[in-house]
Nanobody
Framework: QVQLAESGGGLVQAGGSLRLSCAVS????????MGWYRQAPGKQRELVAG?????????NYADSVKGRFTISRDNAKNTVYLQMNSLKPEDTAVYYC????????WGQGTQVTVSS
């Protein structure tokens, strides 16, 4: 059974930092390119950042997070991370992880709220 378990969200003031984690089970994590996505209230889910199978290629898809967010992975722990620095109120959203293609079932996500 596929499981994507996101954690690490919370309430933080603008300028603060959070580190999100996503523990994966049920598929071969090490052969899957992974991404972090977010969905803000009233908006469509968007891809924020992606990372290749062995972490050699990282892509920030959202211009708004370039230079502030860093995606990484630990294939030994079947976990993908998102380090978020210099957070802004517009980063407020539910954050999800998933494959970059051939999506697995979505997890519950983790809420990130940035206060001004």
């Amino acid at each position: 059974q596929v499981q994507l378990a996101e954690s690490g969200g919370g309430l933080v003031q603008a300028g603060g930092s959070l580190r999100l984690s996503c523990a994966v089970s049920g598929f071969t994590f090490s052969t899957s390119a992974m991404g972090w996505y977010r969905q803000a209230p009233g908006k469509q889910r968007e891809l924020v950042a992606g990372i290749s199978r062995i972490g050699s290629v990282v892509t920030n898809y959202a211009d708004s997070v370039k230079g502030r967010f860093t995606i990484s992975r630990d294939n030994a722990k079947n976990t993908v991370y998102l380090q978020m620095n210099s957070l802004k109120p517009e980063d407020t959203a539910v954050y999800y992880c998933n494959k970059l293609s051939n999506f697995a079932s979505w997890g519950q996500g983790t809420q990130v709220t940035v206060s001004s």
